[in-house]
Protein backbone atom coordinates (compact mmCIF):
# COMPACT_ATOMS: atom_id res chain seq x y z
CA UNK A 1 0.00 0.00 0.00
CA UNK A 2 0.92 3.48 -0.66
CA UNK A 3 2.32 5.59 1.85
CA UNK A 4 1.30 8.76 0.26
CA UNK A 5 -1.45 8.44 -2.21
CA UNK A 6 -2.59 11.61 -4.85
CA UNK A 7 -5.85 11.41 -6.21
CA UNK A 8 -6.97 13.95 -9.00
CA UNK A 9 -5.44 16.93 -6.36
CA UNK A 10 -6.22 20.42 -8.43
CA UNK A 11 -5.17 23.31 -6.59
CA UNK A 12 -3.88 26.99 -7.09
CA UNK A 13 -3.42 30.45 -6.36
CA UNK A 14 -6.39 32.72 -5.20
CA UNK A 15 -8.56 32.34 -8.95
CA UNK A 16 -5.51 30.84 -10.24
CA UNK A 17 -5.76 27.00 -10.57
CA UNK A 18 -1.84 25.83 -11.04
CA UNK A 19 -2.13 21.90 -10.67
CA UNK A 20 -4.65 19.53 -12.70
CA UNK A 21 -5.49 16.40 -12.16
CA UNK A 22 -2.25 15.17 -9.90
CA UNK A 23 -1.81 11.15 -9.60
CA UNK A 24 0.72 10.50 -7.43
CA UNK A 25 1.99 7.69 -5.02
CA UNK A 26 5.16 7.23 -2.64
CA UNK A 27 5.69 3.74 -1.03
CA UNK A 28 7.05 3.30 2.25
CA UNK A 29 10.71 3.52 2.39
CA UNK A 30 10.81 4.89 -1.40
CA UNK A 31 12.46 7.99 -3.31
CA UNK A 32 10.87 9.35 -5.58
CA UNK A 33 11.86 12.28 -7.88
CA UNK A 34 9.24 14.97 -9.13
CA UNK A 35 11.32 16.40 -11.86
CA UNK A 36 10.13 19.29 -14.10
CA UNK A 37 11.12 22.65 -15.44
CA UNK A 38 10.87 26.27 -13.69
CA UNK A 39 7.05 26.77 -12.75
CA UNK A 40 5.89 23.64 -13.38
CA UNK A 41 4.11 23.49 -10.49
CA UNK A 42 6.42 21.65 -8.39
CA UNK A 43 6.35 23.89 -5.28
CA UNK A 44 2.98 24.29 -5.40
CA UNK A 45 2.16 20.41 -5.22
CA UNK A 46 4.68 19.78 -1.93
CA UNK A 47 2.85 23.08 -0.59
CA UNK A 48 -0.98 21.11 -1.22
CA UNK A 49 0.52 17.85 0.06
CA UNK A 50 1.37 19.81 3.45
CA UNK A 51 -1.19 21.81 3.60
CA UNK A 52 0.17 25.25 3.18
CA UNK A 53 -2.15 25.55 -0.12
CA UNK A 54 -5.74 24.33 -0.22
CA UNK A 55 -6.69 20.97 -1.72
CA UNK A 56 -9.25 21.88 -4.39
CA UNK A 57 -10.49 18.94 -5.41
CA UNK A 58 -9.37 15.27 -5.42
CA UNK A 59 -7.62 13.58 -2.12
CA UNK A 60 -4.84 13.10 -0.54
CA UNK A 61 -4.00 9.92 1.89
CA UNK A 62 -1.54 9.85 4.42
CA UNK A 63 -0.78 6.02 5.62
CA UNK A 64 -4.61 5.45 3.90
CA UNK A 65 -6.11 8.02 5.77
CA UNK A 66 -7.52 11.00 4.07
CA UNK A 67 -5.50 14.33 5.52
CA UNK A 68 -6.31 17.15 2.84
CA UNK A 69 -8.18 18.74 5.38
CA UNK A 70 -5.92 18.77 7.79
CA UNK A 71 -4.17 21.56 9.15
CA UNK A 72 -0.32 21.40 7.94
CA UNK A 73 1.00 20.70 11.95
CA UNK A 74 -1.59 17.94 12.44
CA UNK A 75 -0.10 16.92 9.31
CA UNK A 76 3.49 17.18 10.41
CA UNK A 77 2.51 15.17 13.32
CA UNK A 78 1.65 12.26 11.61
CA UNK A 79 5.15 12.05 9.97
CA UNK A 80 5.12 14.47 7.34
CA UNK A 81 8.47 16.89 6.95
CA UNK A 82 8.79 19.60 4.55
CA UNK A 83 12.11 21.20 3.79
CA UNK A 84 11.73 24.34 1.86
CA UNK A 85 14.63 25.74 -0.69
CA UNK A 86 14.66 28.88 2.15
CA UNK A 87 15.52 26.18 4.73
CA UNK A 88 17.37 27.48 7.70
CA UNK A 89 17.39 30.61 10.05
CA UNK A 90 20.36 32.87 9.45
CA UNK A 91 20.32 34.37 13.13
CA UNK A 92 20.29 31.41 14.93
CA UNK A 93 23.16 29.00 15.92
CA UNK A 94 23.01 25.59 14.22
CA UNK A 95 22.22 24.11 17.52
CA UNK A 96 19.40 26.03 17.82
CA UNK A 97 18.18 25.52 13.92
CA UNK A 98 17.80 21.61 14.68
CA UNK A 99 16.49 21.92 17.62
CA UNK A 100 13.33 23.79 16.17
CA UNK A 101 12.97 21.08 13.75
CA UNK A 102 12.32 18.77 16.69
CA UNK A 103 10.06 21.32 18.31
CA UNK A 104 7.06 18.76 19.56
CA UNK A 105 9.87 16.57 20.77
CA UNK A 106 10.93 16.22 24.18
CA UNK A 107 14.50 18.08 24.76
CA UNK A 108 16.19 15.10 25.81
CA UNK A 109 14.94 13.38 23.17
CA UNK A 110 16.29 16.57 20.62
CA UNK A 111 19.57 16.65 21.88
CA UNK A 112 19.72 12.90 21.65
CA UNK A 113 18.97 12.64 18.14
CA UNK A 114 20.97 16.14 17.70
CA UNK A 115 24.07 14.26 18.68
CA UNK A 116 23.73 11.16 16.46
CA UNK A 117 23.10 13.84 13.69
CA UNK A 118 26.52 15.67 14.37
CA UNK A 119 27.91 12.06 13.73
CA UNK A 120 26.67 12.53 9.90
CA UNK A 121 27.21 16.10 9.45
CA UNK A 122 30.88 16.82 11.21
CA UNK A 123 31.40 19.99 9.46
CA UNK A 124 28.05 21.15 11.01
CA UNK A 125 28.81 19.92 14.74
CA UNK A 126 32.30 21.62 14.76
CA UNK A 127 30.62 24.61 14.31
CA UNK A 128 27.56 23.98 16.60
CA UNK A 129 27.51 27.06 18.24
CA UNK A 130 27.88 29.74 15.15
CA UNK A 131 25.06 31.33 13.69
CA UNK A 132 23.63 29.42 10.53
CA UNK A 133 24.19 32.46 8.46
CA UNK A 134 28.20 32.09 8.97
CA UNK A 135 27.73 28.56 6.85
CA UNK A 136 28.14 28.49 3.33
CA UNK A 137 25.71 27.31 0.63
CA UNK A 138 26.27 23.97 0.91
CA UNK A 139 26.74 23.65 4.65
CA UNK A 140 23.46 25.90 4.59
CA UNK A 141 21.49 23.05 2.65
CA UNK A 142 23.30 20.26 5.01
CA UNK A 143 21.75 21.97 8.05
CA UNK A 144 18.39 22.09 6.56
CA UNK A 145 18.40 18.32 6.16
CA UNK A 146 19.75 18.24 9.33
CA UNK A 147 17.02 19.84 10.70
CA UNK A 148 14.18 18.07 9.20
CA UNK A 149 15.77 14.52 9.76
CA UNK A 150 15.82 15.14 13.56
CA UNK A 151 12.10 14.90 13.37
CA UNK A 152 12.61 11.25 11.79
CA UNK A 153 9.84 11.84 9.26
CA UNK A 154 8.16 8.86 7.45
CA UNK A 155 7.99 11.25 4.85
CA UNK A 156 10.06 13.79 3.68
CA UNK A 157 8.98 16.93 0.82
CA UNK A 158 11.74 18.70 -0.16
CA UNK A 159 11.90 21.36 -2.61
CA UNK A 160 14.91 21.72 -4.82
CA UNK A 161 17.69 20.77 -2.57
CA UNK A 162 20.08 21.36 -5.06
CA UNK A 163 19.09 25.18 -5.66
CA UNK A 164 21.45 27.86 -5.49
CA UNK A 165 24.35 25.35 -5.07
CA UNK A 166 27.66 24.99 -7.28
CA UNK A 167 27.58 21.58 -9.09
CA UNK A 168 30.32 19.79 -6.10
CA UNK A 169 27.96 20.84 -3.68
CA UNK A 170 25.30 19.56 -5.51
CA UNK A 171 27.37 16.31 -5.43
CA UNK A 172 27.78 16.37 -2.25
CA UNK A 173 24.09 16.65 -1.24
CA UNK A 174 23.05 13.78 -3.17
CA UNK A 175 25.90 12.16 -0.89
CA UNK A 176 24.35 12.81 2.85
CA UNK A 177 20.84 12.49 1.32
CA UNK A 178 22.34 8.51 0.33
CA UNK A 179 23.87 7.91 3.67
CA UNK A 180 21.73 9.89 5.54
CA UNK A 181 18.32 8.62 4.97
CA UNK A 182 16.67 5.81 6.55
CA UNK A 183 14.57 2.81 5.28
CA UNK A 184 12.19 4.54 7.16
CA UNK A 185 12.02 7.57 5.45
CA UNK A 186 10.38 7.90 2.07
CA UNK A 187 11.52 10.77 -0.06
CA UNK A 188 9.78 12.36 -2.74
CA UNK A 189 12.04 15.61 -4.41
CA UNK A 190 11.09 18.06 -6.12
CA UNK A 191 13.79 19.07 -9.00
CA UNK A 192 14.85 20.76 -11.86
CA UNK A 193 18.56 19.17 -11.61
CA UNK A 194 18.19 15.51 -13.65
CA UNK A 195 21.05 14.33 -11.74
CA UNK A 196 18.72 14.00 -8.90
CA UNK A 197 16.95 10.64 -10.75
CA UNK A 198 20.37 8.80 -9.44
CA UNK A 199 18.86 8.43 -6.10
CA UNK A 200 15.43 8.11 -7.33
CA UNK A 201 13.58 4.40 -7.39
CA UNK A 202 10.42 6.20 -9.17
CA UNK A 203 9.77 10.06 -10.99
CA UNK A 204 7.27 11.77 -12.37
CA UNK A 205 7.52 14.26 -14.97
CA UNK A 206 5.26 17.33 -14.45
CA UNK A 207 4.67 20.18 -16.77
CA UNK A 208 1.90 22.67 -16.46
CA UNK A 209 1.02 21.29 -13.64
CA UNK A 210 -0.02 17.87 -15.36
CA UNK A 211 1.78 14.73 -14.94
CA UNK A 212 3.27 14.00 -18.20
CA UNK A 213 5.25 10.81 -17.73
CA UNK A 214 6.04 8.61 -15.02
CA UNK A 215 8.11 5.66 -14.12
CA UNK A 216 11.10 4.14 -12.46
CA UNK A 217 14.39 5.68 -12.86
CA UNK A 218 15.21 3.35 -15.56
CA UNK A 219 12.06 4.39 -17.84
CA UNK A 220 12.89 8.07 -17.15
CA UNK A 221 16.55 7.71 -18.23
CA UNK A 222 15.94 6.10 -21.84
CA UNK A 223 12.48 8.02 -22.11
CA UNK A 224 13.21 10.57 -25.09
CA UNK A 225 10.65 13.28 -23.33
CA UNK A 226 13.44 13.11 -20.42
CA UNK A 227 16.41 12.98 -22.58
CA UNK A 228 14.83 15.92 -24.38
CA UNK A 229 14.15 18.59 -21.77
CA UNK A 230 17.23 17.58 -19.43
CA UNK A 231 19.63 16.03 -21.32
CA UNK A 232 19.67 18.19 -24.24
CA UNK A 233 19.60 15.27 -26.47
P1 LIG B 1 10.39 26.61 -9.55
O1 LIG B 1 11.48 25.68 -9.88
O2 LIG B 1 10.47 27.91 -10.29
O3 LIG B 1 10.11 26.77 -8.09
P2 LIG B 1 8.00 25.03 -9.64
O4 LIG B 1 7.83 23.86 -10.55
O5 LIG B 1 8.24 24.76 -8.21
O6 LIG B 1 9.11 25.94 -10.25
P3 LIG B 1 5.79 26.60 -8.76
O7 LIG B 1 6.59 27.44 -7.85
O8 LIG B 1 4.90 25.59 -8.19
O9 LIG B 1 6.72 25.91 -9.85
O10 LIG B 1 4.95 27.57 -9.69
C1 LIG B 1 3.89 27.15 -10.54
C2 LIG B 1 3.12 28.36 -11.03
O11 LIG B 1 2.51 28.98 -9.90
C3 LIG B 1 3.96 29.43 -11.69
O12 LIG B 1 3.27 29.88 -12.82
C4 LIG B 1 4.07 30.52 -10.64
O13 LIG B 1 4.14 31.78 -11.24
C5 LIG B 1 2.78 30.36 -9.87
N1 LIG B 1 2.93 30.80 -8.46
C6 LIG B 1 3.85 30.35 -7.58
N2 LIG B 1 3.70 30.94 -6.38
C7 LIG B 1 2.64 31.78 -6.49
C8 LIG B 1 1.97 32.67 -5.60
N3 LIG B 1 2.35 32.81 -4.33
N4 LIG B 1 0.92 33.38 -6.09
C9 LIG B 1 0.52 33.23 -7.37
N5 LIG B 1 1.11 32.41 -8.26
C10 LIG B 1 2.16 31.68 -7.84
Known sequence: MSLLSLQGVESGYGPMQILWGIDLDVAAGETVLLL???SAGKTTLLRTIIG?????????R?????????????????????????GVFPTLSIDENIALGGYFLRDAEV?????????????????RRDAAGSL??????????????????????????SSGLAPVFVKQVIEVLKTSIGSGTSLLIAE??????ALADRGYLIDHGKVRLSGTRTELESSDAVREAYFGL
Open 192 to 197: QNVAFL
Open 52 to 60: LLPCWRGGI
Open 136 to 161: SGGQRKMLGIAKVLVSEPRLLLMDEP
Open 62 to 86: FDGERIDTLAPDQRIRRGIAFMSEL
Open 36 to 38: GAN
Open 111 to 127: RRRRERLFELFPDLAAK
